[in-house]
């Protein structure tokens, strides 16, 4: 049974809700307190697509995320690269000269150091964006403002006091869409995209020659990030994402060989490259 709804971890004005209402505008965004809550959201039926950040261009990959992916019972169907705009949010009719304190999570007060300095506003570290918002509107206090998104201060009705003063200009979250059911369908105009979990068998050299595959055979690997499963220093899982289709004859090709040295191999999902990706 559809929904027509898309769950998102945090509250409602966070960035992960600015990248629903962008990649999704037709579907009910579903705050949920943590990932895994929205993941779960999507996996009972709750909401049709789960939204999760997986890496940013100024701060890395978001933790914990891709350890996530193998476990939730979900499938990768769609990415988006959201642009991340950072502004000032203060409660209505406030003057930019009278804010003295800026809340807001410790990744967007680290992002917006020349603009704070540069104010003389200090810096006081929030749970989240959102709420450090919320917090903004509820409080009334002139002197204290929220570095968040501009659905945020829609939404607590807050006064944009400067827009985009993140210090990096090229700011940008990618995110994936994950869905119950795959969907291995051709789609979109710039490419697709495969992503999937392998882990090595115990031989020498095992990475170096499962990696082989996808160079002789033509295969552009965009990322390959390694983790530690179960508490152990000696099991690594690999996450791995690579252009093109599980069917297309290099790809598959490429993901013979991969199975011939891994002990387990697991496609995420197949899905269209988001055209800001290039």
């Not at 508490?231 to 252009?243: I, M, N």
Request: negative net charge.
């Amino acid at each position: 049974m559809l929904t027509n709804r898309i769950a998102f971890q945090g509250e409602p004005g966070a960035y992960s809700h600015q990248a629903c209402r962008e990649a999704r505008p037709n579907m009910e965004p579903l705050p949920c307190r943590t990932f895994e809550d929205a993941i779960e959201a999507a996996r009972a039926g709750e909401a049709d697509l789960a939204m999760l950040p997986v890496e940013n261009t100024t701060y890395g990959r978001v933790a914990d995320i891709h350890s996530l992916l193998p476990k939730s019972g979900l499938h990768i169907v769609a990415e988006a690269f959201v642009r991340v705009h950072i502004n000032l949010l203060a409660v209505p009719g406030t003057p930019l000269e009278e804010v003295r304190e800026a809340v807001s999570h410790t990744v967007l007060l680290g992002q917006c150091r020349d603009f704070l300095r540069e104010h003389n506003i200090r810096s006081t570290v929030a749970a989240d964006t959102a709420g450090a918002a919320r917090a903004v509107a509820a409080e009334a206090d002139p002197s204290r403002a929220a570095l968040a998104s501009e659905l945020a201060g829609e939404i607590y009705g807050l006064d944009i006091l400067a827009r985009h003063i993140e210090d990096q200009s090229n700011n940008t979250t990618r995110f994936l869409l994950m869905a119950r059911e795959p969907d291995w369908s051709r789609r979109g105009t710039s490419g697709m995209m495969t992503a999937f979990v392998f882990r090595v068998r115990n031989i020498p050299a095992a990475l170096y020659k499962a990696m082989g595959g996808f160079a002789t055979n033509g295969v552009n690997m965009t990322k390959l990030e390694s983790y530690m499963v179960g508490g152990s220093f000696t099991a690594t899982q690999f996450f791995a994402e690579v252009e093109g289709h599980p069917e297309d004859p290099n790809v598959k090709l490429a993901l013979e060989e991969l199975r011939y040295f891994t002990s387990q191999l697991t496609v995420l999902g197949v899905y269209a490259a988001d055209p800001r990706r290039h």
